[in-house]
């Protein structure tokens, strides 16, 4: 059997850290064949990947596809009622066997030669069987499954490795993060059930992943949108984002959550600007009507208020998984200068249509294609990636903040002001991020 | 009522040049007050429940004609050259009211021009104007541009469709 050839890369070489440079990466990490390729085969075919929500197949034979990594994939909740992922792939001649985005079917069925299979994966026909004699393959035909998937809260991840670090221990910290998102629902679930859009961008899929712990370059590159927010706004304190001025304000704080997990946690700076709250909240769940439900919920006002500051938390959840304001994202690495972010509305079980209308509206007003944010993100995304191509100078620096680092006593308090909490300030997690990415491409992940 | 084409096909040109030039000022004074303007994601979606590329009402046209107006969106700095090509132009009485329900097709080819790096993106699909007079100006309460790969994956759009 031919065995590729891997050539060696020494990520340990690409990433820096010394009291000269700080923290620096070289450039290489974006635009390297051999790496996008060792990424995809480490991190997306081994270890776990998002691949869709619960509340997108509700009933019985519903499905969507996706791609892990660059494969193709079906998300599909069988005639069992049980949820699987498979390969989009007849185990013939390698067509694929779906070819709607999504839909509600018993059984996937190849057009080219008319092999059939259940939703539950087993292959169930071979047409003109006979003319194969004895000639079939013994081993199971079926549909190729993953043979792992996690759940919690209703996001399912899937891994193409039969073994490798359990589910929970991959996510981590990271729940903590998403009970608190998924609890702003008054009934304590979220559903996506609005659809999907997708923006592209000419660059590394790494970049929006650092991205969106980079809370440095919201004030420069989003000026104009975080001014149309301001200026519209309803309410004084709105425009405190972009007063903000100090990036070291440890309102905006950065942790690391381990594994490649990261926050960038509005807690602090929610509280600290009580009502008046808006741009960095999640729509409507500072309403009266979200308060005032979650309060019944909990038996306390002054809980729901808390819980309902944490709204606008910025949450990574290595490799493709993100979760802010309104809505959920996905990053998909398309190729290595390639990548589409697809957005789904988060809406809140138990809310009323006109809260969940409008965080439809808050969202796509941000975001997508045509958002006020996203396209002026895309637009850094791809001049970033040209940077990469003058090898005259090949670092690249997320260094900032780091030396202000410390960790906290205990990380989930309630207070999240420092000293109590591990904070990376901007930047600081950035490293993080890449570090782990590198350090899991780096052989540590079962081969 | 007679329905005066001419007048009609006036405007709709008269639009797409406006668009085309980036010309936000006079393309704002087309609308009524209670214009509403949408770029649905898909062909039968409802935009109070499904995510839309983009769903405006008369002040968030406002508001989004005010970022577009600044250098500072960078996703259009420098900004694209667009030529646009609109067609099929089908006028029909409204339902309601005295106004006219425009159905017409675009063809738009964006050049994104950066200092080492351009693009040239073909965009199109189907428009639907509602048009009433106020004060005999034909001004449009409601537009919907419904872009043919609406439900796929878009580069930034960051000039009017």
């Not at chain 1, 990261?262 to 309403?287: C, M, P, W």
């Amino acid at each position: 059997m031919l065995t590729p050839t891997k050539n060696y890369i020494d990520y340990e070489a690409l990433i820096q850290e010394d009291p000269e440079y700080g923290f620096r990466i070289n450039h290489h990490l974006y635009k390297d064949e051999e790496i996008f390729q060792q990424e995809m085969e480490r991190i997306f075919y081994k270890g776990w990947v998002y691949i869709g929500h619960e509340t997108e197949i509700p009933n019985t034979n519903d499905f969507v596809v996706r791609v892990m990594g660059q494969r193709p994939v079906i998300l599909s909740r069988g005639e069992d009622d049980k949820i699987r992922v498979f390969e989009n792939k007849c185990r013939h001649r390698g067509n694929t066997v779906c070819q709607e985005q999504r839909g509600n079917s018993k059984f996937f069925r190849c057009a080219y030669h008319g092999w059939m299979y259940s939703n539950q994966g087993e292959l169930i026909d071979i047409t003109h069987a006979s003319i194969y004699g004895d000639r079939l393959p013994t081993e199971d035909m079926n549909l190729l499954e993953a043979p792992r998937l996690g759940f919690h809260r209703g996001f399912i991840f899937a891994s193409l490795a039969a073994e490798g670090q359990p589910f929970m221990e991959y996510l981590g910290r990271a729940a903590d993060y998403i009970d608190r998102y998924c609890d702003l629902a008054p009934e304590r679930e979220i559903f996506l059930t609005a659809g999907r859009h997708g923006i592209t961008y000419d660059g590394n899929w790494k970049m929006q992943l650092e991205n969106l712990t980079d809370a440095y370059h919201a004030e420069y590159t989003h000026a104009t949108a975080l001014a149309a927010f301001a200026a519209n706004s309803s309410s004084e304190g709105d425009a405190e984002f972009t007063d903000r001025g100090d990036l070291e304000d440890p309102l905006s704080t950065q942790r690391d959550l381990g594994g490649g997990h990261a926050v960038l946690d509005s807690f602090a700076i929610n509280r600290s600007q009580g009502d008046k709250l808006r741009f960095t909240g999640s729509t409507g769940t500072l309403s009266e009507e979200i308060v005032g439900k979650i309060a019944e919920r909990e038996g306390s006002r002054e809980k729901a208020v808390w819980l309902t500051h944490g709204g606008g938390s910025h949450i990574t959840v290595f490799p493709n998984l993100m979760i802010l304001w309104d809505a959920v994202r996905t990053i998909q690495p398309v190729s290595l200068y390639k990548s589409t972010i697809y957005y789904h509305p988060a809406q809140l079980k138990g809310a009323s249509q006109e809260i969940n209308t409008a965080r439809i509206m808050s969202h796509q007003t941000g975001f997508g294609p045509a958002g006020f944010l996203a396209p002026d993100d895309m637009e850094m995304f791809e001049r970033t990636q040209l940077g990469t191509v003058s090898d005259t100078d090949p670092w690249v620096y997320l260094n900032r903040g780091l030396s202000d680092q410390y960790v906290s006593k205990d990380d989930f308090g309630v207070d999240t002001s420092p000293p109590n909490i591990w904070v990376k300030p901007p930047n600081g997690v950035f490293g993080g991020i890449t570090n782990r990415l590198c350090r899991i491409t780096l052989n540590r992940l079962p081969t | 009522m007679e329905i005066p084409k001419d007048e009609i096909e006036a405007f709709l040109y008269r639009e797409a040049r406006f668009m085309d030039q980036h010309k936000f000022v006079e393309w704002e004074a087309m609308w009524s007050d209670r214009g509403v303007y949408w770029l649905p994601c898909a062909h039968d979606s409802d935009p109070m429940t499904d995510v839309s590329i983009l769903y405006a009402d008369r002040a968030g046209i406002t508001i989004r004609l005010g970022r577009m107006k600044s250098r500072n969106m960078y996703a259009q700095d420098p900004r694209s050259v667009v030529s646009r090509i609109v067609g099929n132009i089908e006028i029909v009485p409204a339902e309601q009211g005295e106004g006219v329900v425009v159905y017409s097709t675009f063809n738009i080819t964006e050049f994104k021009r950066r200092a080492h790096v351009t693009k040239q993106i073909t965009w199109a699909g189907h428009s639907e104007h509602h048009l009433s007079q106020v004060d005999g100006q034909w001004l449009m309460d409601y537009k919907k541009a419904t872009l043919v790969n609406s439900d796929g994956e878009l580069p930034a759009l960051g000039f009017l469709v």
